[in-house]
């Protein structure tokens, strides 16, 4: 089993910067690929940022060159630095990964940008 738990959300204001950080414990061997997800109410969830154990990185087009997704040396850890936020960011931002064909996720932390 592995747990993931989230922390670094909470209130910015429109153009403002907050970084998400996500520890994986556990059984942590083989980690793969790890990411970052969101949802905003009444929406589905969506992928983020992910990035392999090659640092690898993927994201979507809406916060291409706001967000960067980085991991620890130990690639336990995944962070997601998230600058120039709008309002339209704001979502329950949940960490993501996956080992031996299984996927894991947190809880969720908060994000509200106000305008």
């Known amino acids: 089993q592995v747990q993931l738990v989230e922390s670094g959300g909470g209130l910015v204001q429109s153009g403002g910067s907050l970084r998400l950080s996500c520890a994986a414990s556990?059984?942590?061997?083989?980690?793969?690929?790890m990411g970052w997800y969101r949802q905003a109410p009444g929406k589905q969830r969506e992928l983020v940022a992910a990035?392999?154990?090659?640092?690898?990185?993927n994201y979507t087009d809406s916060v291409k060159g706001r967000f960067t997704i980085s991991r620890g040396n130990a690639k336990n850890q995944v962070y997601l630095q998230m600058n120039s936020l709008k309002p339209e960011d704001t979502a329950v931002y949940y960490c993501?990964?996956?080992?031996?064909?299984?996927?894991?996720w947190g809880k969720g932390t908060l994000v509200t940008v106000s305008s």
């Open positions: 990035i392999t154990t090659g640092d690898g990185t």
């Open positions: 993501n990964a996956r080992r031996l064909g299984l996927i894991y």
């Open positions: 556990g059984t942590i061997f083989s980690i793969r690929d």
